[in-house]
């Protein structure tokens, strides 16, 4: 199985005057988690670096093909009584199940916040591009799948919200759906 690509999980918490709590942000990015381990993460927090970046490339994922490059951009702070975790994915260059899908590229931001004056926790920007299938191009859009005839399919740009302004989003999730494929 492929594993994820392009990983952020934002999460925050506002200050507290009950406990006297100060207002925390933290940002997780992942350029791919794959079977073989976690490749390209940084993480950015209130209490530590502010902004990291991590890139990778020549990714070889299980079930034969290559990705580019993914590039992962995290940051968070912290104003007031406001946490805010912000984060950008762009993974370039992928070709995937023994070549039978290419993707020229995903590319995602996302935001969360929590405290009076933080932003509502979404995903700001996403876009696909240069989807083919088979040889054969295809629409695709974020949120959206992509069937692959005798395998299953792809899931793009997927979000999940925590209800506490935190977010986490999956730029490529495969999904086997043909129990012959597995």
């Known amino acids: 199985a492929l594993g994820l690509l392009g990983v952020l999980t934002l999460l925050v918490s506002a200050a507290s005057a009950q406990t006297g709590g ?11 988690i794959l079977p073989a381990g976690t490749q390209g ?3 950015a927090s209130t209490d ?9 490339s020549g990714l070889r994922p299980t079930g034969g093909g290559g990705i ?20 950008t994915v762009t993974a370039t260059n992928l070709t995937l ?6 993707i020229a590229e995903i590319r995602f931001s996302a935001v969360g916040g ?3 004056d933080a932003p509502a926790a979404a995903v700001t920007d996403a876009s696909v591009s240069g989807v083919t299938v088979d ?27 925590d ?3 935190g977010i986490n989003v999956n730029g490529l999730r495969v999904e086997v759906t043909d129990p012959t494929a597995a």
């Open 48 to 56: 530590g670096a502010a902004e990291r970046t991590a890139q990778v």
């Open 135 to 161: 040889g054969q191009a295809v629409q695709a859009s974020p949120g959206g799948s992509v069937e692959v005839p005798g395998i299953g399919r792809l899931a793009l740009v997927e979000r999940s919200t």
């Open 97 to 102: 199940l023994d070549g039978r899908v290419a």
């Open 114 to 116: 929590a405290g009076p």
């Open 41 to 43: 993460a940084a993480s």
């Open 22 to 32: 100060q207002p925390a942000a933290r940002a997780l990015g992942y350029a791919a």
């Open 163 to 165: 209800g506490a302004g």
């Open 68 to 87: 580019g490059s993914v590039t992962v951009r995290v940051a968070a702070g912290a104003s007031g009584l406001t946490g805010r975790a912000e984060g």
